[in-house]
């Protein structure tokens, strides 16, 4: 009989954001061959005050807007709205994992919730903010606290683990599982010849920064090395890329293409000479996985988990301190990766199969 696994997260997919938190979704995916699995999604936020109970087969959503600023007062109405999930669903008796993903403010209180829990509990991680102290100067004591009671947790890399450690100065057991590439759109394909033009795509937000990629290429025509840039995405700073590529006079260079699909990113992937991702920090990069997966070499920075995927076999890291068009004209000085090996090695790591293999593992291992 297959373990009953209760998944609760307060990232996921949802109608008017289907993109969002996909990694999660996948990681969830991924163990549908190994457990009877339930996703409870605790869509919370600020804004006015809502509470609403969605339930469907496989998932459960509570919708929970406060008007509260204050950030303890928030944590205590998600204590008490999950208390209220915990005792109702019977979730004690009801399944025999609970499997909280992105640990605050989901756990803050975890410790007064061990009488509505089943003994199994795991936590997986995927948030950068560790690293950036949850962008604060307070202590944080209660964020730190949620890893003093020994419950295992999942992290999609070691930088990502070592962040946490740091950031919270408990001990406590640790596993390592990248994140899922759904390698059925993401291959290599070699009917597909790569171009000589550069592709980027991402979340635009800090701490990435593509407008140094579009300065690199003024400096590169300066030197008569004239490239084209492709990029794609959404977030914050879509309309300083789409800004500078103007005001760059970068318009017969630089071409912004907006939001693809699984299908069209490929595609983009295995036509372009190269994959870029300028960013200051990544607990993982699943678009420089989703990269390799399709046999596009990588050029990025030796920043969190970047170096545990981008080696000299399948692309090339930033030094400190190089410019970036230094680092585009070294790659094209010596393009001699070997696309289809870069693909192979990519997806034998990051298919779901493995990693549901990998994660359902760790699970049949807690105690």
């Known amino acids: 009989m297959k373990l009953r696994i209760l998944h609760i997260t307060p990232w996921y997919p949802k109608p008017d954001d289907p993109l969002n938190a996909l990694w999660i979704f ?42 509260f600023k204050s950030w303890r007062l928030h944590e205590w ?30 756990c803050t209180y975890l410790h007064r919730l061990k009488f509505f829990l089943p003994e199994k509990i795991l936590i997986t991680e995927h948030w950068s903010y560790y690293h950036f102290h949850f962008h604060s100067n307070k202590k944080l004591t209660r964020i730190k606290n949620i890893f003093s009671h ?7 890399s070691e930088a990502l683990a070592r962040d946490i450690k740091t950031f919270s100065g408990k001990t406590f057991p640790v ?4 994140n899922v590439v759904e390698t059925d759109a993401y291959h290599f394909n070699d009917t597909t010849k790569p171009g000589l033009h550069f592709f980027m795509a991402a979340r635009w937000k800090s701490p990435k920064s593509p407008i140094e990629i579009l300065k690199a290429l003024v400096e ?25 590529i103007s005001q760059l006079g970068l318009s017969d ?18 036509a372009a000479t190269a ?29 969190g988990a970047i170096p545990e995927l981008v080696n000299e076999t399948n692309g090339l890291l930033r030094n400190k301190n190089e410019a970036w068009e230094d680092v585009i004209e070294r790659f094209l000085s010596n393009n001699n990766f070997d696309r289809r090996k870069i693909s192979e090695a990519a997806t034998s790591h990051y ?17």
């Open 26 to 67: 996948r990681h969830v995916k991924s163990l549908e061959p190994h457990f009877t699995q339930h996703v409870l999604h605790f869509d919370e936020g600020f804004g006015n005050s809502i509470s609403k109970f969605e339930n469907d087969s496989g998932l459960s959503r509570i919708i929970l807007r406060t008007r």
């Open 77 to 106: 109405k998600i204590f008490l709205a999950l208390r209220r999930f915990l005792k109702k669903e019977n979730v004690k008796n009801n399944f025999d994992v609970v499997n909280f993903h992105i640990a605050y403010p989901i």
């Open 150 to 156: 020994n419950h295992p947790v999942l992290c999609v």
């Open 175 to 178: 596993h390592i599982v990248s």
């Open 220 to 244: 590169l025509k300066k030197r008569n090395i004239h490239i084209t840039l492709r990029i794609a995405g959404f977030g914050d700073l879509v309309p300083e890329i789409e800004n500078s």
């Open 253 to 270: 260079s630089a071409k912004f293409v907006g939001v693809l699909n699984s299908e069209q990113l490929a595609t983009e992937y295995r």
């Open 275 to 303: 994959f870029i991702l300028p960013t200051g920090y990544e607990t993982f990069s699943v678009v420089c996985a989703e990269a390799l997966c399709c046999g596009c070499p990588v050029l990025s920075e030796p920043n």
């Open 351 to 367: 298919n779901m199969l493995k990693i549901g293999k990998q994660y359902a593992s760790i699970i049949h291992s807690l105690k």
